[in-house]
Nanobody, 127 residues
């Protein structure tokens, strides 16, 4: 099983960024993909989930309206797009596979609920 993410991104404030997570080695539609991020000096923050079967999503309240998750079953790739970027969005973004019921229902990230992770994508927002 592998989750391979796209490379680092640099954006100006107000721009958008789209990060990909290519899944392989398992049936893509059998597992949820969650997105988390780690900001400088902070812990990992749960952003939300997509179900690749039907594209159903749940977004953490903090990100609603600014983040979009998509999944392409033909390429077994999940995406997160974050718009209206600000400096506080500078972080490393991760995709992760897992049922993660506690993370999903609480909106709090529990790392031990995930079995595979992407390597992370650094997004830097700076003018």
């Amino acid at each position: 099983v592998q989750l391979v993410q796209s490379g680092a991104e640099l954006r100006n404030p107000g721009a958008s960024v789209k990060v990909s997570c290519k899944a392989s080695g398992y049936t893509f539609t059998s597992y949820y993909i969650d997105w988390v991020r780690q900001t400088p000096g902070q812990g990992l923050e749960w952003m939300g989930r997509i179900d690749p079967v039907d594209g159903h999503t749940k977004y953490a309240q903090k990100f609603q309206g600014r983040v979009t998750f998509t999944a392409d079953t033909s390429t077994t790739t999940a995406y997160v797009e974050l718009s209206s970027l600000r400096s506080e969005d500078t972080a490393k973004y991760y995709c992760a596979r897992g049922e993660a019921p506690s993370s999903y229902y609480s909106g709090i990230f529990y790392s031990d609920e995930y079995d595979y992770w992407g390597q992370g994508t650094q997004v830097t927002v700076s003018s």
